[in-house]
């Protein structure tokens, strides 16, 4: 257990700092908009979906029905259920902690966990499930500051949600020098940077996410013959 924890959160270092301002950037513009601290971190413990919560702000300030923000929610946070397919039998085998580990599935707890160690005698169960319990607790630690820092500190905070990016660029790098092929990362970069093109910013996630997925698909003899010439 004890080495499942420490493995875990070295894993999480690099969420951590994201979540941690991302979290009271989040809060700040809670106590903006005129919401409660209360409601902030009781969004950031139950909610817990990174942009969308940034999304909510706006959306629950203009007063938007709640058919709508369920709309808003399942269009938003519906790119999960692209990638978290490939962990659903690994959730399945970890008993009473699958319902957290399909909650806890964020972009950046995804692209941590794809990173565990899965060989044959490791604790991958446990550690993913204390690097999705970090990660969760990064947020909401985040959050708690930022309920207190946008009450006592008010400040200007633009381009402060830029930490999102960053960290997804950090994690990016980090894969692409542990990756035994970078196939799946190549793929990726051409399908999102065709559809950004062919679709705008707004639209381009979703068949991005979905083209790559089919194409990994369907290459995914190759993909693990390479893995496997890369071991030996």
């Not at 929610?73 to 259920?81: G, K, Q, V, Y």
């Not at 905070?157 to 990756?179: E, N």
Request: aromatic share 14%.
């Amino acid at each position: 257990m004890k080495k499942s924890i420490q493995y875990a959160f070295k894993k999480s270092m690099p969420v951590f700092f994201g979540y941690l301002f991302l979290g009271i950037a989040f809060a700040i513009t809670m106590c903006d908009a005129g919401f409660g601290a209360g409601w902030a971190i009781i969004s950031s413990v139950i909610l817990y979906a990174g942009s969308l919560q940034f999304a909510m702000v706006g959306l629950l300030s203009a007063g938007t029905g709640l058919g709508t923000i369920a709309v808003m929610t399942l269009l938003i946070n519906s790119r999960h259920m692209f990638y978290g397919l490939s962990f659903v039998e690994k959730f399945k085998k970890m008993g009473k902690q699958y319902p957290y580990m399909v909650f806890s599935l964020t972009d950046e707890t995804y692209s941590v966990l794809c990173s565990v160690d899965q060989t044959e005698g490791s604790n991958a169960p446990k550690s993913m499930f204390w690097i999705a319990l970090f990660d969760h607790c990064y947020w909401v630690l985040g959050t708690i500051i930022g309920t207190i820092l946008g009450r006592t500190l008010p400040f200007d905070t633009t381009g402060i949600d830029f930490t999102m990016t960053a960290l997804f660029v950090t994690i990016f790098i980090d894969q692409w020098r542990s990756a035994k092929t970078h196939l799946p990362a190549v793929t990726a970069i051409i399908s999102g940077v065709f559809y950004l093109v062919l679709l705008g910013p707004d639209h381009f996630l979703l068949p991005a996410i979905g083209t790559t997925v089919c194409i990994l698909f369907l290459s995914r003899n190759k993909i693990q013959l390479a893995q496997a010439e890369a071991q030996s």
